[in-house]
C-alpha cells in the first residue's frame, strides 16, 4: 500500500513525483471549470500547475463544479484528498508522473451553489467540459435548439435553471444587476469553433428570457475559439493500480495521458488571463486554421483507422497502428486528400505534424482501444469525415478515400457485436445504423440516405458511386483487400 494521497501527504512522496512547487494555501480562485473529469486535469489543470510552479498567477485556481452524477463522485473522491490530483504521462517507454494541485474547491452539484459560485467576482474564466452533446444544438442544422424540452423549462422559469446554460445566464444576470462585469466563457471541448457553439448557446437562451440581458453578454462577455488536444483515456482499477504500485500513491481519480499537450486560444478574454503563453499555450487571432488541423489530420485520423482496424480483429490502437497495412491507409489518406485541402499556417509542417500522430497512436502505453474511437460514429463522422468531404467535392478534389472510410464505417454498422472480435455497436442511432447498413447490401444508397448524419451528401453522386464501388470490393475481396487497393492506387 502507498501513501494516500493528501496534502499532508505530499512531503513523503516528492522524492517519487514531482509536487506541487509553490504554497497551495496563497492560492485564490479565479476560474471555475463546469464538467470536471480526466481531460481537464490532464490538460488546462497541468498548464496552470506549472505555471504556479514559476511563481505567477497565483490568483488563477480553479474550482470544480458539474451537473452530472458523475461529477458528484469525483467531487467525492478529491474532497479526501484536498482537491489533488496524480496525473501520469505514459511516454513510449518512459513514464512520469506529478501531482497537479492546481484546484482549491468543488462546488456542490447543486444549481443554487453552482449559480452562486458563477457569481463571485473572482470568477473571470468559467471554462466547459460538458461533452460535444451538451451544447444543445439541433441534430440537422448544427445551431443551438431553443426548442429543447430543458431549454425551454430552464426558459420557463429562469430563477431554478437545470442547464449549464440556465445557470450561466442566471449568474450572468446577477453580475449585471450588480454591476459586475462578465465572466468569459473557454470551451475546452472538441467542437469545431467551440466558441462560437458556446456564445450561440448561452445568448439563445438568454434571447428566450430577456432581451436586454442578451444584448448585454453579446457586448459584454467572450467566448474564445480554442484548440486542446492531449489523448487521456478513462480511468479504471488498471491506472489505480499503476499509481499505486509505480508511484507508490494511492490515488482515487488518477489521470493517465499522453506526454504531448496542446492548446490554441484566440486572445479573446474580456476580464483578463492568466499568462499561460509562459508555459506552452497559444495565443492566436484565429483559432480556425490550428482547428481544421487538429480535426481533419488527429481526429480524421483516428476515425479513418478505427473501423478498419475493428474488422480485421485489432483491439488496441497501438496494436492497428503496428499493422502495416493500417498505417499505410492512415498516410495514403491524409498526404492525398485531407492534408492537400488544409489552409497553410505560417509556422507549421504539415507532414511533420502527421508523422508526430502517427507516433503519438502507436503509443502502446496510453492503451488506447480501437472500441473508443468506433463510438458514437453518428456524432463524430459529421464533425471529422464529412466536413472533409464537403470541402473537397466543393473544391473538385477527389473523394475516394473518404468514400473508402464510409464504405468501412458501413460495413462495421453491419456486423459490429455479432462478428467475432468485433465491438459492439455504441452510438445513438444504433439501430438507424444498423438498419441501412444491412439495406445497403442490396441498394447501398440505403447507408448515406441516413439524413440526420450525410444531410445533403445523399445527393452527391460522385460520393454515391465511389461509397458502391468500395463496398463491392470489400464485400467481395475483403477490408484488407480495399485498403491495400486504395494505398496502391495512384
Keep these: 500500500m502507498g501513501e494516500a494521497l493528501t496534502q499532508k501527504s505530499l512531503a513523503a512522496v516528492r522524492h517519487r513525483v514531482a509536487v506541487p512547487a509553490y504554497d497551495r494555501r496563497g492560492l485564490r480562485p479565479g476560474i471555475l471549470h463546469i464538467g470536471l473529469g480526466n481531460f481537464h486535469r490532464s490538460h488546462m489543470a497541468t498548464y496552470l500547475d506549472r505555471l504556479f510552479a514559476q511563481g505567477e498567477a497565483h490568483d488563477w485556481a480553479i474550482v470544480g463544479s458539474g451537473v452530472m452524477p458523475a461529477d458528484v463522485r469525483m467531487r467525492r473522491r478529491l474532497r479526501q484528498q484536498d482537491w489533488l490530483s496524480t496525473v501520469v504521462d505514459l511516454g513510449p517507454g518512459a513514464m512520469s508522473a506529478r501531482v497537479v494541485g492546481a484546484m482549491v474547491d468543488f462546488v456542490p452539484v447543486v444549481p443554487t451553489a453552482i449559480v452562486e459560485a458563477l457569481a463571485d467576482p473572482r470568477v473571470r474564466i468559467v471554462s466547459l467540459t460538458i461533452t460535444e452533446g451538451g451544447y444543445f444544438l439541433d441534430a440537422a442544422t448544427g445551431r443551438f435548439d431553443a426548442s429543447h424540452p430543458r431549454i425551454r423549462a430552464d426558459a420557463a422559469d429562469p430563477a431554478r435553471p437545470r442547464t449549464v446554460f440556465g445557470m450561466l445566464v442566471k449568474a450572468l444576470a446577477e453580475r449585471r444587476a450588480k454591476g459586475l462585469p462578465p465572466f468569459t466563457v473557454l470551451s475546452c471541448d472538441n467542437l469545431p469553433g467551440n466558441g462560437d457553439v458556446t456564445r450561440r448557446s448561452v445568448v439563445g437562451l438568454a434571447e428566450l428570457i430577456d432581451d436586454d440581458l442578451a444584448g448585454w453578454i453579446r457586448r459584454e462577455a467572450t467566448f474564445p475559439n480554442s484548440m486542446v488536444d492531449c489523448i487521456t483515456p478513462p480511468t479504471t482499477a488498471r491506472e489505480r493500480e499503476l499509481v499505486s504500485r509505480r508511484f507508490g500513491i494511492e490515488d482515487a481519480a488518477p489521470v493517465v495521458c499522453e506526454p504531448f499537450r496542446q492548446w490554441v486560444i484566440e486572445d479573446r478574454f474580456c476580464a483578463g488571463r492568466p499568462p499561460l503563453e509562459r508555459v506552452g499555450v497559444e495565443f492566436v487571432d484565429d483559432v480556425a486554421a490550428y482547428e481544421t488541423m487538429k480535426l ?195
Design 296 to 490: 481533419r489530420i488527429l481526429n480524421a485520423g483516428h476515425a479513418s483507422i478505427a473501423y478498419a482496424s475493428a474488422l480485421l480483429g485489432h483491439h488496441h490502437v497501438h496494436r492497428a497502428m503496428a499493422d502495416p497495412d493500417i498505417r499505410d491507409w492512415l498516410l495514403a489518406l491524409q498526404q492525398r486528400e485531407i492534408m492537400p485541402a488544409l489552409e497553410e499556417i505560417e509556422g507549421v509542417a504539415y507532414p511533420a505534424y502527421l508523422a508526430r500522430i502517427v507516433e503519438r497512436f502507436g503509443n502502446a502505453e496510453i492503451g488506447d482501444t480501437v472500441s473508443r474511437l468506433c463510438a458514437n460514429g453518428s456524432t463524430r463522422q459529421p464533425k471529422f469525415i464529412l466536413p472533409a468531404i464537403r470541402d473537397a467535392l466543393g473544391r473538385g478534389f477527389p473523394v475516394g478515400g473518404l468514400a473508402l472510410e464510409l464504405a468501412l464505417w458501413c460495413c462495421y454498422c453491419r456486423v459490429a457485436g455479432e462478428a467475432s472480435g468485433v465491438p459492439a455497436l455504441s452510438d445513438p442511432l444504433s439501430a438507424r445504423l444498423r438498419a441501412g447498413a444491412r439495406e445497403s447490401l442490396r441498394e447501398p444508397r440505403a447507408f448515406l440516405a441516413i439524413r440526420e448524419v450525410f444531410n445533403e451528401l445523399a445527393e452527391s453522386r460522385a460520393l454515391l458511386g465511389a461509397f458502391a464501388k468500395w463496398l463491392d470490393i470489400i464485400d467481395d475481396q475483403g477490408v484488407r483487400a480495399a485498403i491495400r487497393r486504395y494505398v496502391a492506387e495512384e
